[in-house]
Nanobody
């Protein structure tokens, strides 16, 4: 599975943006897709995840209530809508997928930089 991230939106504090992750390859093996982020000097942080079948969603505390993860199964794409952006949302955002049943994300995108200006 190959994952490619992209981002659309005005990245000023208080604004919104939408991250997209397009999956290709053996997408039928994916059962969970997620978003992570890593800011300079910090550990990678879980942002959100969604079950590919059924659509159950989970959110990290730092984005809960102002972010929505969704997927388009037909397009093999997962989205992360982020609102009320804060400078602390600045990070490299990674899309990831689980293709095994061990609960680990084993496929990762290359990451896309999001910089929120104050």
């Amino acid at each position: 599975v190959q994952l490619v991230e992209s981002v659309v939106g005005l990245v000023q504090a208080g604004g919104s943006l939408r991250l997209s992750c397009a999956a290709s390859g053996r997408t039928g093996s994916m059962h969970t897709m997620g978003w992570f982020r890593q800011a300079p000097g910090k550990e990678r942080e879980f942002v959100a995840s969604i079950w590919w079948s059924g659509g159950m969603t989970y959110y990290g505390d730092s984005v809960k209530g102002r972010s929505t993860i969704s997927r388009d199964n037909a397009k093999g794409t997962v989205y992360l809508q982020m609102n009320s952006l804060k400078p602390e949302d600045t990070a490299v955002y990674y899309c990831a997928a689980q293709t095994q049943t061990n609960g680990r994300y084993d496929c990762w995108g290359q990451g896309t930089q999001v910089t929120v200006s104050s």
